[in-house]
Nanobody, 125 residues
Framework: QVHLVESGGGLVQAGGSLRLSCAASGRTFSGYAMGWFRQAVGKEREFLTAISGNGRATNYADSVKGRFTISRDNAKNTVYLQMTSLKPEDAAVYYC??????????????????WGQGTQVTVSS
């Protein structure tokens, strides 16, 4: 099993920045592709971005491309989501997820094996 814990959520003004972190258990972190998703009130869970096990390949949804950046530090078993130019429509619960695969091409929630409990991001206008 892989245990994931998100942190870094909170309240930010529109146009501001926020960095989320996801800490994973275990020492095989580099063997897992990692993804970020979000779910806003009244909407389905939405794919945002994914990163390969070695961190060299990334994949972004159009809604966040150019504003959000995913990265990872395998020595710390942590994946990050750097968010800039935040908009009120970015408000949601943000989740990280892990899959025992190396690639960054997994975009569906059913393709991931482990999930964190989420962290709330609120954007004020």
């Amino acid at each position: 099993q892989v245990h994931l814990v998100e942190s870094g959520g909170g309240l930010v003004q529109a146009g501001g920045s926020l960095r989320l972190s996801c800490a994973a258990s275990g020492r095989t972190f580099s063997g897992y592709a990692m993804g970020w998703f979000r779910q806003a009130v009244g909407k389905e869970r939405e794919f945002l971005t994914a990163i390969s096990g070695n961190g060299r390949a990334t994949n972004y949804a159009d809604s966040v491309k150019g504003r959000f950046t995913i990265s990872r530090d395998n020595a710390k078993n942590t994946v990050y989501l750097q968010m800039t130019s935040l908009k009120p429509e970015d408000a949601a619960v943000y989740y990280c997820a892990a899959r025992r695969s190396l690639g960054a091409g997994y975009v569906s929630i059913s393709q991931y094996d482990y999930w964190g409990q989420g962290t709330q991001v609120t954007v004020s206008s």
